[in-house]
């Protein structure tokens, strides 16, 4: 969860308060810089297997007062496209995500907060960053990137990210190009220009099962 610089401390301390939240000892489940462990602190949902990580905004590099998406929860069963005007073809086919206005898109309903009434009243907005300002907030951090007076304080890796997002989206298609490039400036346009230009597609296989003659499942990989 990303959270104001001006507000973290606060924010951090009346979660507490509120003896609805506990803090969890990160250094325990992962490795970690030590800017994080110090800046980053988890919290965990009493009574609950629900965890948060308040992210301020200089650490991660990416501002909260901008552009964002309003989506129903957190987490989604399946993956979820939340800006339609990015789906990367024009007619819908699958194995491609859905969209957020599917029908029948579903999300985790264990966390309280997202309960609809008659369990919460009220139910708390929660937003993501739109795909342009995730993507420049990734490239905030990427090696090439790194020297930029404004890069962010995490130096988490973020080549793979990226490349996700180019491979779910197909980004490096001309059409999916024109969309993202102009939300982009300066030395982070150029990068991502470099990066698409050099990416290259590849064909993913399927994984079957099948029964060898002693009634074991085997694998077997099938072009996709």
Not at 7 to 28: E, F, M
Not at 35 to 56: G, T
């Amino acid at each position: 969860m990303l959270v104001r610089d001006a507000q973290h401390r606060s924010i951090v301390q009346c979660l507490l308060a509120s003896g609805c939240w506990t803090p969890v000892d990160i250094q325990s489940d992962f490795p970690v810089e030590a800017v994080r462990i110090a800046q980053v602190p988890r919290l965990e949902r009493v009574r609950e297997r629900f965890y948060i990580n308040l992210w301020p905004e200089n650490i991660f590099g990416l501002a909260v007062d901008s552009d964002l998406c309003e989506v129903p929860h957190i987490c989604a069963w399946n993956p979820v496209l939340v800006e339609s005007k990015f789906y990367p073809f024009p007619v819908r086919k699958q194995p491609f995500p859905m969209l957020l206005s599917d029908e029948g898109t579903r999300f985790t309903p264990e966390n309280p907060d997202q309960s609809p009434p008659p369990l919460r009243t009220h139910r708390t907005p929660v937003y993501v960053p739109t795909i342009p300002r995730y993507i420049d907030a990734l490239l905030s951090r990427h090696p090439l990137l790194a020297s930029l007076p404004d890069a962010p304080r995490y130096a988490g890796h973020s080549s793979m990210e990226i490349s996700y997002l180019i491979r779910y989206l197909f980004l490096e298609n001309d059409a999916q190009r024109e969309k993202l490039l102009p939300m982009l400036a300066g030395r982070r346009k150029d990068v991502m220009m470099y990066i698409l230009d050099r990416y290259k597609r590849t064909v993913k296989k399927n994984i079957t099962l099948r029964r060898n003659s002693k009634g074991m499942l085997t694998s077997r990989a099938v072009k996709a």
